[in-house]
């Protein structure tokens, strides 16, 4: 009986918050006195999968099959339901993200499971189980005791630091019998994003607002970044006047994201836009407006005019990189 764990990869390749799922599973499998078993849908390679074992895993169950390499919720779903079946699994794994909110809550009531979305700690084994979730918007937390038989938790991203250890995975065969339901929608084609930091693996985010004043001014953001390694972001005005791409914007309309640092340039704080932020681990915001709403939620604050501050920071920061 193995706790097991739902894994993306993009084009090949396991990206950090899946390895995150992974070692939370092994963590919970280590609680319960089990194993821990990924599940990995579409092309890959076997190099790829076996290092999943530095993470906790110690079998991967890969269901070979090329039409798996883009998101069919009803066909990860029933791939996710043969490996549950297969291994006996009464505790799965999937993340809070896109692909984890279509394929959870089916499984969850194919299964009659309890559900938590947005898991931010392991279980409280002494108290049932219990496990802590962001509620209102992160204004708040609640704790749910999943008591179903089975349960299915959603991990929240960027939650817990990356642990490598020595490990190899066993790989087996996971054969599905699909129906062609399962594939009912077709992906016409996938428009990713290239040579950029994806936001949702970013550990740095470098934010920009409207105290920016216009896109010709967003050089100072992208050089800050540059310096830091840090992606970068923007807030719902910016995206919506089209000084910016959609898929930077965070916020309560936008991505969620909970970065190591969250560096905030001209962005007023809104209550719709911290909804986005508030889970990272240090904020620091910088405005000239001495009432700007998000100095109450930073970690640490700039009281000065972006067009001055930016440039002397990043000199700084490039000076330090030097140095190192």
Not at 85 to 90: A, G, H, R, V, Y
Not at 131 to 159: E, H, Q, R, W
Not at 239 to 249: L, V
Request: glycine share 10%.
């Amino acid at each position: 009986m193995s706790v097991i764990v739902l894994i993306e990869h993009d084009g090949g390749v396991i990206k950090k918050k899946n390895l995150e799922a992974v070692q939370y599973a092994a963590g919970i499998a280590e609680k319960t006195g089990t194993t821990t078993t990924a599940v990995i849908l579409g092309t890959i390679g076997t190099a790829e999968m076996e290092n999943l074992g530095q993470y906790g895993a110690q079998k991967v169950l890969h269901v070979d099959d090329s039409r798996l390499n883009d998101l069919h919720a009803r066909a990860y779903a029933s791939a996710l339901l043969t490996a549950v079946q297969n291994e006996s699994s009464k505790i799965i794994i999937t993340l809070n993200d896109i692909s984890g909110r279509a394929v959870a809550p089916r499984v969850a009531v194919q299964l009659k499971a309890g559900l938590v979305a947005g898991a931010l700690t392991y279980p409280d084994l002494d108290k049932g189980f219990v496990i802590k979730k962001s509620v209102f918007s992160g204004k708040a937390f609640a704790y749910v005791n999943i008591t179903s038989d089975v349960k299915v938790i959603m991990l929240m991203p960027n939650t817990f630091p990356l642990n490598k250890v020595e490990g190899k995975a066993v790989i087996e065969k996971l054969t599905v019998n699909f129906e062609d339901k399962d594939f009912n929608v077709k992906v016409k084609e996938v428009n990713k994003v290239t040579g950029e930091i994806p936001l949702a693996d970013a550990s740095l985010v470098v934010s920009g607002g409207r105290g920016m004043k216009g896109p010709e001014n967003w050089g100072l953001i992208e050089d800050l970044a540059k310096e830091l390694g840090a992606a970068t972001a923007c807030s719902r005005p910016v995206a919506d006047a089209h000084w910016r791409p959609h898929h930077e914007h965070v916020g309560q309309t936008g991505g969620t994201i909970r970065p190591d640092l969250y560096i905030a340039v001209g962005i007023s704080g809104a209550i719709q836009h911290l909804a986005g932020v508030n889970g990272s681990k240090t904020i620091v915001v910088i405005n000239k407006d001495p009432e700007a709403p998000f100095f109450k939620a930073a970690n640490y604050g700039v009281l000065g005019d972006a067009m001055e501050v930016l440039p002397r920071l990043t000199e700084a920061v490039k000076k330090f990189n030097q140095h190192k």
